[in-house]
C-alpha cells in the first residue's frame, strides 16, 4: 500500500569539516547539505540531498537541489497520490537530469515505508553481510602531510587508501606513500575526470605502483577515451561520474570502459536505482564498490546498507563521519578492526540526533500537499 505524503521538510544544514577536503574539482572547508523529511499518516522518513555547495563535482548544487524539489519535484510526488518508493523515480522521471535531488526524495520515502514495515534498508536491497570493509578517502594535501594523513588510517585500521590526484600531483604522492607503507597497503586513486586522452603516458607511469585501480581518469563523456586508455594501461580503471544510470553502466562495461564501478546512490538517482546498477556490475563480472559524497551519518548509514550487498566486492568510501565531521547528525558510526556494522534498526536504521539537526540548520521550509478533495481517493 502507498504512503501519503502529507508534506515534506526541505532543511539546508552547513556542518564544519574537521579539516579542507580537496580535490581536482576544488575544496570544501564546510559541508552544506539538504536533508529531505516526508511527513505521512504512518510516521516520517529522512532523505540526504549528496549536491555540493558549488557545481563542480557534477551539475547538481545544494540552493539547485532545493529549487528543483520544491518547484518540479514535490508537486509530481503530489500528483502520484499514494506512493510507493518503487513509484517515486517514475513520478519524476519527466524532470531530467538532478539524480541526487531524485535520489534524496526516494530515500525519504523509502525510509517511511521500511519504517511503517519495520524493515531495515539492508536487508530490503538485499544485504548478505553485516560487517563492510571500510576505505578512506584522502584529500590532495603537501606530500609531508599527506603522509601524516595516511600514517593515521593505516594505524586506524583502514582497509584501503584512497589518495586524490590530478595532473602535476599524481606520480609524487603515490610514490611517497608507496615507499613509506610498501607494496602492502591497498591503494588507488581517484583524479575526478582532470585528465585527457593526451595524458595517457604519464598515466602510465602509475602502472609501477600496483595501484588496485584509477578512478575516472578522464571526462564523464569520454566512455571510448576510457576505452582507450583502458587497452595502454594495466592498472584497472573505475568509473564514477561516467555511470549516471544502470544503463550508463552496462554501456561501459561493453565498450572496454572500465573493469570497476564506483555505485554512488546520488549519481544514479536513488538506491533503487543503484541496486540495478550493483545487478549489471554481478552479471558482467565487474567488481563495485560504495562511493561517498561526505555525506552526514543519515547518508553514510544508508550507504552501508548498499555496500553490504554482495557484489561490492572492494572497500567502499565509507569511513565513519566522524572523521570529517566535527559533529555529526546521528550517534557515530563506528570503525573496528577495518570495518563498519551495517545498520539493522527499520528504514535507513539510525537514530537522528534532533537538537544537533537544529543546532546547524540553516534553512527549513515545509511544503505542504495540496488539499485533496474528499471523495477524491489517495
Ligand atoms: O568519504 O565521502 C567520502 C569522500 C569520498 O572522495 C570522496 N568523494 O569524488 O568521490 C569523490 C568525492 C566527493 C566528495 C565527491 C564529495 C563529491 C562530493
Known amino acids: 500500500m502507498g504512503l501519503v505524503v502529507e508534506a515534506v521538510e526541505l532543511r539546508g544544514v552547513a556542518l564544519p569539516l574537521r579539516r579542507p577536503f580537496r580535490a581536482s574539482y576544488g575544496t570544501e572547508t564546510a559541508r552544506r547539505s539538504l536533508l529531505i523529511r516526508v511527513i505521512t499518516a504512518d510516521g516520517d522518513g529522512w532523505g540526504e540531498c549528496v549536491a555540493l555547495s558549488e557545481p563542480l563535482y557534477s551539475p547538481e548544487y545544494v ?3 532545493t529549487a528543483v524539489i520544491r518547484d518540479h519535484l514535490l508537486p509530481r510526488l503530489w500528483s502520484a497520490g499514494a506512493i510507493t518508493a518503487g513509484g517515486v523515480a517514475p513520478a519524476l522521471a519527466a524532470v531530467r537530469g538532478h539524480p541526487m535531488a531524485k535520489s534524496a526524495v526516494e530515500m525519504a520515502v523509502l525510509d517511511a515505508e521500511l519504517q511503517r514495515s519495520g524493515r531495515s534498508l539492508a536487508s530490503h536491497l538485499g544485504a548478505d553481510r553485516t560487517l563492510v570493509p571500510a576505505g578512506v578517502s584522502v584529500g590532495m594535501a603537501p606530500v609531508a602531510q599527506l603522509l601524516d594523513a595516511v600514517a593515521g588510517y593505516v594505524d586506524a585500521g583502514y582497509r584501503r587508501v584512497k589518495l586524490k590526484i590530478g595532473p602535476g600531483s599524481d606520480i609524487e604522492p603515490v610514490r611517497a606513500v608507496r ?8 591503494l588507488q586513486v581517484d583524479a575526478n575526470g582532470a585528465y585527457r586522452l ?5 598515466l602510465a607511469a602509475l602502472d609501477d605502483w600496483g595501484l588496485l ?3 575516472q581518469p578522464l571526462a564523464e563523456d569520454d566512455l571510448l577515451g576510457h576505452a582507450e586508455l583502458a587497452r595502454r594501461l594495466r592498472t584497472p580503471i573505475c568509473l564514477d561520474e561516467s555511470i549516471t544510470s544502470a544503463r550508463a553502466a552496462a554501456t561501459a562495461i561493453t565498450l572496454g570502459a572500465c573493469r570497476v564501478v564506483n555505485i554512488k546512490p546520488g549519481r544514479v538517482g536513488g538506491y533503487l536505482e543503484a541496486q540495478r546498477v550493483h545487478d549489471v556490475c554481478v552479471e558482467s563480472g565487474v567488481a563495485a564498490w560504495c562511493g561517498g559524497m561526505l555525506e552526514t551519518g543519515i547518508g553514510r548509514a544508508a550507504n552501508l546498507a ?3 550487498l554482495p557484489g561490492f566486492t572492494l572497500p567502499g568510501d565509507v569511513s565513519p563521519p566522524d572523521d570529517y565531521l566535527a559533529e555529526d547528525l546521528t550517534p557515530p558510526l563506528v570503525l573496528n578492526e577495518g570495518c563498519l556494522t551495517v545498520p539493522s534498526g527499520p528504514g535507513i536504521g539510525v537514530p537522528i540526533l534532533a537538537d544537533v539537526v537544529q543546532r546547524f540548520t540553516t534553512s527549513v521550509e515545509l511544503v505542504r500537499a495540496p488539499e485533496r478533495r474528499v471523495g477524491a481517493g489517495a
Open 63 to 65: 540552493d539547485g537541489a
Open 198 to 202: 593526451t595524458d595517457a603516458d604519464s
Open 179 to 186: 615507499e613509506r607503507f610498501g607494496n602492502e597497503l591497498l
Open 213 to 215: 585501480m584509477i578512478e
Open 306 to 308: 548498499l555496500a553490504a
